[in-house]
């Protein structure tokens, strides 16, 4: 008698699902999920490395592309024209952010990822052809601007997983994110300047010869289309209900009621009522850790275009004297062992300290590791090589484990409704700040090159200096009362 109940209540459960609402499909579909959406987290994993790959994939090879413009009219000077190219794909995520996240909340999260892996496909590829310093800012702006897929696909996976495996989706997006961060500066480090590298394969009179960066554009949109094709497979998580499906619906929250009892009624409609009131400005714990990842964002930013930059200067400017293929090879082994560390071992340090005791660990022993950069520069052969690895692992592993954690109290701050706009804003705030990190970054490199003699923080360890400082603040924004989240067991 008792499994007959069960039964009967299951398929009443069954009819809160409308065939004709996307949204209630993929609800439907993790109801009766079971065991680990390994291909949910593969295509996830695809749509966000294709976003990522292209905005840092330059940095290994801009001080050399600067250089070829012939705009910079000293050696200390390059760092700062590299900060506006490198500015200039954030910039245009600042103006549309909130735009794509609000035609996600209305017209769906699919059509936003669609036209994101498409722009990466068109306008890195015209970045890649670039034939002077206007055309390089005005392909990155674009790019930037057409791309606004980060917000609605972290909306996206904390929508298509089931709660339990919500930390682990949106993990994946974080490492996506980060690894292709650490990938598109190896692709561009190992391909650019094809013709100089591999002159047995590529000719100087190719394409490739006459377009020094172009491969590894071309690379990262082949890629890209691969991923837009796979796209139009993607289900759609957004509820689409009209007036008879409410209705429905309605009815169907009747019959639970009835079994489930009036409380969970009363504790239902009161939160349902509350929802369209709630405005996402006036929300703090979503506003507070947007602020706090804005923050780690800028740091972020400026520490990547910086490392390329000191690592490829000379030796007599306090670089490394490395080439793009020497700064590829560091950022490819930060890429695999950052890969290894969140599939592995980021679920269950997640679980065990929570997403903002992650975010302040990892911001505290970032400190002492920066500062640690100026005497590894004093290093050189193997004993370098091995510190610099380690360094930059360190560094990365840090920073992917400190965004997850911001991403992950973003998306529960928030209701699914809100999720895109939320996420956009987010992308709007962040993008401002990222805009600002290479911009800034680099008139800070271009100055403390300049002040080599300096008797406090010479050269570049004013650089670290700075980073440092910056990293200081976002962690003292992650106490109370600035930091703040929506539910206590979150802390």
């Known amino acids: 008698m008792a499994a007959e109940n069960e039964e009967q209540r299951e398929s009443l459960l069954k009819k809160v699902y409308n065939e004709n609402c996307p949204g209630c499909k993929v609800e439907e579909e993790k109801a009766l999920q079971r065991g680990l959406p390994v291909r949910k987290l593969v295509a996830i994993w695809g749509i966000v490395l294709s976003a990522a790959l292209p905005i840092s994939s330059l940095f290994p090879f801009l001080y050399f592309m600067i250089r070829d413009f012939h705009i910079a009219k000293?050696?200390?000077?390059?760092?700062?024209?590299?900060?506006?190219v490198g500015s200039s794909y954030m910039l245009g995520r600042v103006l549309t952010s909130v735009f794509w996240g609000i035609v996600a909340d209305r017209y769906g999260r699919k059509p936003v990822i669609i036209?994101?892996?498409?722009?990466?496909?068109?306008?890195?590829?015209?970045?890649?052809?670039?034939?002077?310093?206007?055309?390089?800012?005005?392909?990155?702006?674009?790019?930037?601007?057409?791309?606004?897929?980060?917000?609605?696909?972290?909306?996206?996976a904390s929508e298509v997983f089931r709660e339990e495996h919500q930390a682990l989706g949106m993990s994946t997006v974080s490492t996506a994110w980060g690894i292709g961060l650490i990938i598109g500066?190896?692709?561009?480090?190992?391909?650019?300047?094809?013709?100089?590298?591999?002159?047995?394969?590529?000719?100087?009179?190719?394409v490739f010869g006459r377009f020094p960066y172009f491969l590894p554009c071309l690379c990262i949109s082949l890629f890209a289309l691969g991923i837009t094709i796979a796209?139009?497979?993607l289900p759609e998580t957004l509820h689409n209900h009209n007036e008879n499906d409410r209705l429905h619906d309605d009815s169907f929250e009747a019959l639970e009621t009835a079994s489930c009892g009036s409380d969970s009624n009363e504790i239902?409609?009161?939160?349902?009522?509350?929802?369209?009131?709630?405005?996402?400005?006036?929300?703090?714990?979503?506003?507070?850790?947007?602020?706090?990842?804005?923050?780690?964002?800028?740091?972020?930013?400026?520490?990547?275009?910086?490392?390329?930059?000191?690592?490829?200067?000379?030796?007599?400017?306090?670089?490394?004297?490395y080439s793009t293929e020497d700064v590829g090879e560091v950022l490819?082994?930060?890429?695999?062992?950052?890969?290894?560390?969140?599939?592995?071992?980021?679920?269950?340090?997640?679980?065990?300290?929570?997403?903002?005791?992650?975010?302040?660990?990892?911001?505290v022993l970032?400190?002492?590791?920066?500062?640690?950069?100026?005497?590894?520069?004093?290093?050189?052969?193997?004993?370098?090589?091995?510190?610099?690895?380690?360094?930059?692992?360190?560094?990365?592993?840090?920073?992917?484990?400190?965004?997850?954690g911001l991403f992950i109290l973003q998306n529960r701050a928030v209701d699914q409704h809100q999720r895109g706009a939320a996420n956009g804003i987010a992308m709007t705030a962040m993008s401002l700040f990222k805009a600002v990190g290479p911009a800034a970054g680099g008139a800070v490199f271009s100055w403390a090159q300049k002040r080599l003699d300096?008797?406090?923080?010479?050269?570049?360890?004013?650089?670290?200096?700075?980073?440092?400082?910056?990293?200081?603040?976002?962690?003292?924004?992650?106490f109370k009362p600035f930091l703040t989240v929506r539910d206590d067991r979150q802390g």
């Not at 500066?185 to 591999?198: D, I, S």
């Not at 062992?337 to 065990?352: D, N, R, S």
């Open 74 to 84: 000293r050696d200390e000077d390059i760092g700062f024209y590299a900060g506006y």
């Open 115 to 156: 036209i994101g892996t498409i722009s990466v496909v068109v306008c890195n590829t015209l970045f890649g052809l670039s034939v002077n310093f206007w055309m390089a800012i005005i392909t990155r702006f674009l790019l930037g601007s057409l791309n606004g897929l980060l917000g609605p696909i972290k909306a996206y």
């Open 185 to 206: 500066p190896a692709l561009g480090g190992f391909f650019a300047q094809p013709a100089e590298k591999y002159p047995t394969i590529f000719s100087a009179d190719s």
């Open 231 to 233: 796209c139009f497979w």
């Open 268 to 321: 239902k409609q009161k939160t349902e009522e509350q929802i369209p009131k709630q405005s996402l400005m006036k929300n703090w714990p979503l506003m507070s850790s947007i602020i706090v990842y804005c923050f780690f964002s800028l740091h972020d930013m400026a520490y990547t275009e910086i490392f390329s930059l000191w690592a490829e200067s000379p030796r007599k400017l306090g670089g490394l004297s």
């Open 332 to 363: 490819a082994i930060s890429g695999f062992g950052l890969f290894v560390f969140q599939i592995t071992l980021y679920p269950y340090v997640e679980k065990m300290l929570g997403p903002v005791r992650i975010a302040r660990i990892g911001g």
């Open 366 to 404: 970032t400190i002492p590791l920066l500062s640690s950069y100026p005497f590894i520069a004093l290093l050189s052969g193997f004993s370098l090589s091995v510190l610099l690895n380690i360094a930059s692992l360190l560094k990365n592993v840090m920073s992917i484990t400190i965004v997850t």
């Open 454 to 478: 300096a008797s406090i923080l010479p050269g570049i360890s004013m650089v670290f200096f700075i980073l440092n400082l910056v990293e200081l603040i976002a962690v003292l924004m992650t």
